[in-house]
């Protein structure tokens, strides 16, 4: 079956840290960018960062310094470290496949992660 | 950074009536725009890419139509289950960007 399948949301008190995991199977994880996209609670959809098949990797200005994505093709899971969170990090993060460079074909359901004293 | 601006952020409207949604770039996106839809507590899902290409199995009462930077996405008669949040989405360069959305509600 074709699905991604996030995990690793949590409670996280600010300035913490956290890893979010994306398993990934169905079709070839090794030659397909990947992307996590989140949105706050009630609110909209928010590009946060892309890793190309290559290892090439993009990231919005609000989490570049402090979010890292990375990917192990052996393991077909895409990661993205969360590190100095803060409130506005709240959201339900998704992985998504890149498609056409740059829309996303396939979700995962998402995990949620809350930043809160 | 590019800013998509969709309009109206609800639309009010019954079965059977046609749905007319649009997305405005502030800058020249050409015809990379692609069409997403969410319904609650669910993940997005694709139903245009580059404008005009619809992806997999998306009926054809949703039209897309634009270019440039004005966009509308059109249902041209509302099943119950169009009733949902839709966004749109440039690629034309980075950071990729979202619009605000569009909840079409009963």
């Known amino acids: 079956e074709v699905q991604l399948l996030e995990s690793g949301g949590a409670l996280v008190q600010p300035g913490g840290s956290l890893t979010l995991s994306c398993a990934a199977s169905?079709?070839?994880?090794?030659?397909?960018?990947m992307t996590w996209v989140r949105q706050a609670p009630g609110r909209g959809l928010e590009w946060v960062s892309t890793?190309?098949?290559?290892?090439?990797?993009k990231y919005a200005e609000s989490v570049k310094a402090r979010f890292t994505i990375s990917r192990d093709n052996s393991k077909s899971t895409l990661f993205l470290q969360l590190n100095t969170l803060r409130a506005e990090d709240t959201a339900v993060y998704f992985c998504?496949?890149?498609?056409?460079?740059?829309?996303?074909?396939?979700w995962g359901r998402g995990t949620l992660v809350t930043v809160s004293s | 950074e590019i800013v998509l601006t969709q309009s109206p952020a609800t639309l009010s409207l019954s079965p059977g009536e046609r749905a007319t949604l649009s997305c405005r770039a502030s800058?020249?996106?050409?015809?990379?725009l692609a069409w997403y839809q969410q319904k609650p507590g669910q993940a997005p899902r694709l139903l245009f890419y580059d404008t005009f290409s619809r992806a997999g199995d998306i009926p054809a009462r949703f039209i897309s139509s634009g270019s440039g930077t004005d966009f509308t996405l059109t249902i041209s008669s509302l099943e119950p289950e169009d009733f949902a949040v839709y966004y749109c989405?440039?690629?034309?360069?980075?950071?990729?960007?979202f619009g605000g959305g569009t909840k079409v509600e009963i």
């Open positions: 989405q440039q690629r034309i360069t980075w950071p990729l960007t």
């Open positions: 169905g079709f070839t994880f090794t030659s397909s960018a």
């Open positions: 890793i190309t098949d290559g290892g090439t990797t």
């Open positions: 800058q020249n996106i050409i015809t990379y």
């Open positions: 998504a496949k890149v498609f056409h460079a740059w829309y996303f074909d396939l």
